[in-house]
């Protein structure tokens, strides 16, 4: 069987706000309530926040990445500069989640934690995507030993999603 969710803040949600550990928090609990599931497939922040549930729960067989940020801080800063905001609201917005939830923010990064994953791994990210550099893909991929890597070009960060080339490889 499989389930889908909508992360929090999202579409046409009326939230507002969310954060990868609220995103994790779902996953968590969709899978004690109604799985326990085998695969998860993640997109953007949610491929972030399935490598970070995985890093935990290792039952998990099979992880679908597409489009994840090899870290955190990678994703503020590409968040900040897509607002127009400096460094220095970035440092201070690092700090702020940090504090908030008590972690390091480079721990918590698909980076860092590919390289614990004993589930297979199938990474997809377009070369075009300007939201995250095709660079974390493959920082993903050579830390990540049971990976494949899946590049596509000129989809982008959303359009990836419907191409029916990557529906078939999942």
Do not use: Q
């Amino acid at each position: 069987s499989y389930m889908s969710f909508r992360a929090p803040a999202h579409g046409s949600d009326e939230e507002k706000t969310s954060d990868l550990m609220e995103f994790v928090d779902c996953i968590n609990f969709i899978n004690s309530k109604y799985g326990p599931f085998d695969t998860l497939i993640g997109h953007s922040l949610g491929a972030v926040a399935s490598i970070n549930a995985a890093s935990v729960d290792k039952n998990y067989k099979k992880i679908v990445s597409i489009g994840a940020a090899a870290t955190i801080e990678e994703s503020i800063k590409d968040f900040c500069y897509f607002l127009g905001f400096s460094d220095e609201v970035k440092s201070m917005l690092i700090k702020y989640i940090e504090e908030k939830y008590g972690v390091s923010l480079e721990d918590h990064g698909a980076n860092k934690l590919a390289k614990g994953l004993k589930s297979k791994g199938l990474i997809i990210h377009d070369k075009t995507d300007h939201s995250v550099d095709v660079k974390s893909a493959e920082a993903i991929h050579s830390n990540w030993k049971n990976s494949e890597l899946m590049l596509t070009k000129g989809l982008g960060h959303n359009k990836i999603l419907k191409d029916t080339d990557v529906i078939t490889k999942i």
